[in-house]
């Protein structure tokens, strides 16, 4: 076991994936002798080279559609897009083509190609880069998403994103890029847990937290408050946005009879009333009480200032566990 | 060979701005640059290309009959772009890799297309007409410019291995308006991909005319992103042939992308969809008939004596059996069954459309036992 950070196991896997395969080739804007603005990139162009780990030209949909093209030639191109605001951009290669050749082709076409974002707010930055365009993704058939919340799982999922005959759109929390955990260097990957499983956290009897990314570590937050009162918060880290692994997920909402679900991306549309509406056809006859959403709001990413108010935090969480435990606001302490 | 950069007084006529070796009547006009690259081509393989030119206007005709009869959802016919399509693609080497739009029917019939891939993707049977790897072409691009992009990452896996293969992407003068084909000149010449450009400028986007995607000639963009470029007649086979050639000799030998502008015409509609008398006038469309590509390289090897009747016969029988086996083929297509809408959605086991499928898979069971 070795100590990293969210950052440097993501660097870690990227190393490892492009030493198992040779056709593992990066492409980015400034990933070469930057490093990447995040340093996700660091040292990779000294030990693989430019012919590999591509600095591109300022250009999205340059990169993504350059990266179908390596994917028909036989590469497993890993791209990673600076800010999640500037994915936009590149949508229409994503989902037009990166999604759609597979089934086009009827499988004669594989585009395993690996399109890690930065992700998602927190960290006081400009406008553009602190957005949560999951949804986008997950509802487009042909992709797959990835969310990550710890370096462990970030090292793994990362490689076998990359090992994917499918595309995945993988999401990397900014916020946690600092955040350090174990993580096993030389797991090998055929033992590991499939990349679409949904994993439990924190175990509980009264409520589940479903949530994923970031988040996750806020809902923890909530769990130990929660307990202070005598409240078991189940949270479960969802890891996987296409597909949801809702066998995992229903047997925790038949264990509690109770559902939160908690994201930062604003609601309507979104994964929140997804998943929702999913776990309701599964396991309607389970539940206790209607679930809840904590969501970001229906507004555009707010500037810095404000995003505290925009994130769902631990009081909003504790909040909605008190509405689907019918106690009003027992636990955040306000008034009835 | 410099292209033309100052602006079109008059794009109707800017086709004599454009490099040509078969002048409109068919006479051979000496070329200072161009000559060099069909010195070898006799008049046997000119018959070849003309065989060729007529075979595909013939599956064209095919291709709008089967749309009208309603076979096919839609057709986007290449009348007129003959000389292009054949003459480009008959340069290629079979290991070049053709990344094309939907408009190129006389390119992946000079790849080797069977009869049913002209119209299984029109007819609305499967989302790729063909099987990229057995053409060594990708599937046919909707998506306008997308190709483009496509086509430079492909070139980049090329120059990675060292590979003495091209990749070549066709697109619309419409295309070069596109963010997409702008990124993919700018990828092509920063990496120095073995890239080919070919625009067939056939001077209408739908009904948009050229004029409204440029004011000056297309290929003058090229040198402005460091891409040497031509200007063909594309209505000339031999020039496009020629123009072909040096562009992949240039991509071959590691000197990066080129680029080829062919200048030509959509003598059809858009597609069979569309009603091209709504914003094109006649004078406009016969002025160009007058260029038609295969009349005038008959022309040409009639006035040298070189094109015999058992030729135009064989021809035509050829054309003829071509039409008669893409009709059989499509007419014989067996649609797949329900639960085929799930195929190939994912190379691996997703679990949210697997159980969709189990749901569908149960729903379609109620009804069996029915009336
Ligand atoms: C991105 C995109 N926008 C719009 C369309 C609709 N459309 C289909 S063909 C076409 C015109 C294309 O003209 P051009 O590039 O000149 O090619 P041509 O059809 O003349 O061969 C348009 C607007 C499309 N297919 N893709």
């Not at chain 1, 309607?284 to 809840?292: I, N």
Request: with cysteine.
């Amino acid at each position: 076991m070795t100590e990293l950070t969210l950052g440097k196991a993501l660097g870690a896997g990227l190393r490892q994936a492009m030493r198992d395969d040779e056709k593992v080739v990066l492409l980015g804007e400034d990933i070469g002798k930057l490093g990447g603005v995040f340093r996700i990139t660091d040292g990779l162009l000294d030990e693989f080279g430019a012919a590999r780990v591509i600095d591109t030209p300022l250009a999205e949909s340059g990169i993504v559609g350059t990266a179908v093209g390596l994917a028909f030639r036989g590469y497993r191109p890993v791209v990673e897009i600076q800010f999640d605001g500037f994915v936009y951009p590149a949508f229409d290669q994503i989902v037009s083509q990166v999604a759609k050749l597979h089934y086009r082709t009827q499988g004669r076409v594989k585009m395993p190609i690996t399109i890690r974002i930065p992700w998602a707010g927190g960290i006081g930055a400009a406008e553009h880069h602190s957005e949560s365009p999951e949804a986008y993704f997950a509802h487009t058939a042909g992709l797959r998403v990835i969310a990550v919340s710890n370096p462990e799982d970030a090292y793994r999922s990362l490689r076998q994103a990359i090992a994917s005959d499918d595309p995945v759109v993988f999401f990397e929390p900014k916020r946690l890029y600092h955040h350090k955990g174990e993580v096993d260097l030389e797991a090998s990957l055929a033992d590991a847990p499939p990349m679409g499983l949904a994993r439990v956290v924190r175990q509980g009897t009264d409520v589940t937290v479903l949530t994923y990314g970031a988040m996750v570590s806020t809902a923890l937050q909530a769990a130990e408050a929660a307990e202070d009162e005598g409240i078991a918060l189940e949270v479960v880290d969802l890891r996987s946005l296409s597909p949801v692994d809702y066998d995992s997920v229903a047997a925790s909402v038949r264990k509690t009879g109770r559902v939160v679900v908690v994201h930062e991306a604003s609601r309507e549309a979104g994964l929140a009333p997804e998943v929702i509406a999913s776990v309701t056809e599964r396991c309607f006859e389970y539940l206790e009480s209607a679930p809840v959403r904590v969501t970001g709001h229906d507004v555009p990413y707010p500037p810095a200032k404000l995003e505290k108010y925009h994130l769902p935090d631990l009081d909003r969480i504790l909040d909605a566990v008190d509405r689907v435990l019918d106690r009003p606001h027992s636990l955040t302490g306000a008034d009835a | 060979m410099s292209p033309q950069t100052t602006p079109i007084a008059d794009t109707a006529q800017d086709l004599e701005l454009s490099e040509r070796i078969l002048a409109p009547d068919g006479t051979r006009v000496p070329h200072a640059r161009l000559d060099a690259f069909v010195a070898d081509v006799d008049a046997v393989q000119l018959r070849a290309l003309h065989r060729d030119m007529v075979i595909l206007r013939r599956i064209d005709a095919e291709g709008v009959a089967l749309q009208r009869q309603g076979q096919l959802g839609l057709w986007a016919p290449c009348q007129g772009q003959e000389a292009t399509q054949i003459g480009t693609a008959r340069a290629l080497d079979p290991q070049d890799y053709v990344f094309p739009s939907y408009r190129e029917t006389g390119v992946i019939y000079a790849r080797g297309a069977q009869p049913g891939d002209y119209v299984r993707m029109w007819r609305g049977e499967e989302g790729a007409a063909y099987d990229p790897a057995a053409l060594r072409v990708a599937p046919l691009q909707i998506i306008i410019g997308a190709q483009t992009l496509h086509a430079v990452g492909y070139a980049l896996g090329i120059r990675h291995e060292s590979a003495p293969e091209v990749a070549v992407t066709y697109f619309g003068d419409g295309a070069t308006s596109q963010g997409d084909v702008n990124e993919a000149m700018i990828f092509a010449a920063s990496y120095q991909a073995p890239v080919v450009f070919v625009c067939q400028n056939n001077h209408w986007a739908i009904s948009e005319p050229v004029a409204v995607q440029s004011q000056y000639p297309i290929a003058g963009r090229a040198p402005g992103f460091g891409i040497p470029s031509l200007r063909v007649d594309g209505n000339d086979v031999l020039a496009c042939l020629a123009a072909m050639r040096w562009a992949l000799a240039h991509a071959r030998a590691g000197k990066g992308p080129a680029y080829i502008e062919a200048v030509t015409y959509r003598m059809g509609p858009h597609t069979t969809a569309d009603d091209p008398t709504r914003y094109r006038d006649d004078a406009e469309l016969e002025s160009w008939r007058r260029r038609d590509p295969i009349a005038r390289l008959e022309a040409y090897l009639r006035a040298s004596g070189e094109l015999p009747d058992e030729h135009l016969a064989e021809t035509q029988a050829a054309a003829d059996a071509v039409a008669k086996e893409m009709r059989a083929a499509c007419l014989g297509m067996v649609t797949r069954p329900p639960l085929a809408v799930f195929d190939g959605v994912y190379a691996e086991p997703h679990t949210g459309l697997e159980r969709q499928r189990d749901e569908y898979a149960a729903y379609l069971a109620s009804f069996e036992g029915e009336a």
